[in-house]
């Protein structure tokens, strides 16, 4: 699992962040984002039937794309995420119950941090990678956490194609929402925006 959530992550280290995505539309926004060639794909759980999303994705996209949940709060989600063929397991913040489950059902563990205690928490915990949020503070604000913090690091919340190549040169990789995918976007408008980000990634240094 890790192994290959690695390999996509180096083809494309963006998380596209589906908050809204419904069921019917699942398979065709999968196949826009695949296209633009973004492989990583998070249904978050506060979107309308987040299960049937996330089992949708799972049986249209097969080994081309991997499927996980985001917004994970409680083992039961965690729990609901793997029955339904979701790989990995993002929250907003750092429960190490969740965690352990997570890891117990053999699914990826990215918990939500913002300090250097959660981080470290989170690690202690079991986590694969860290997913700093909101990164609303900008690439020097992680620059001093990876002074202690010796773990991989996505950014979330306020990245966008203008600043993604900054935070690009600290984290190995970013969580994109609403620059990729808003609630009612049409296939075409999310492979337009997702260009966009992918294009942004290709100017790291």
Known sequence: MKTVFAKLLKQC????????????????ICDALYSAGVTLLEIPLNSPEPLDSIAAAVKHCGERQMVGAGTVLTVEDVRNVHAAGGKFIISPNTDPAVIA?????????????????????????????????????????????????????????????????????????????????????????????????????????
């Open 101 to 205: 489950e997570t890891k117990k059902l053999g699914l990826l563990s990215i918990p939500g941090f913002f300090t250097a205690s959660e981080a470290f928490t989170a690690l202690h915990a079991g986590a694969d990678y860290l997913k700093l949020f909101p990164a609303d503070l900008g690439p020097g604000y992680v620059k001093a956490l990876k002074a202690v913090i010796k773990a991989p690091i996505f950014a979330v919340g306020g990245v966008n194609a203008g600043n993604v190549p900054d935070f690009m040169k600290l984290c190995c990789g970013v969580g994109i929402g609403s620059a990729i995918y808003s609630a009612g976007d049409d296939p075409d408008t999310v492979k337009n925006k997702a260009i966009t980000i992918v294009d942004s990634l290709k100017q790291i240094q």
């Open 13 to 28: 280290p963006a998380v596209a962040i589906l908050r809204g995505i419904t069921p019917p539309e699942t398979p065709a």
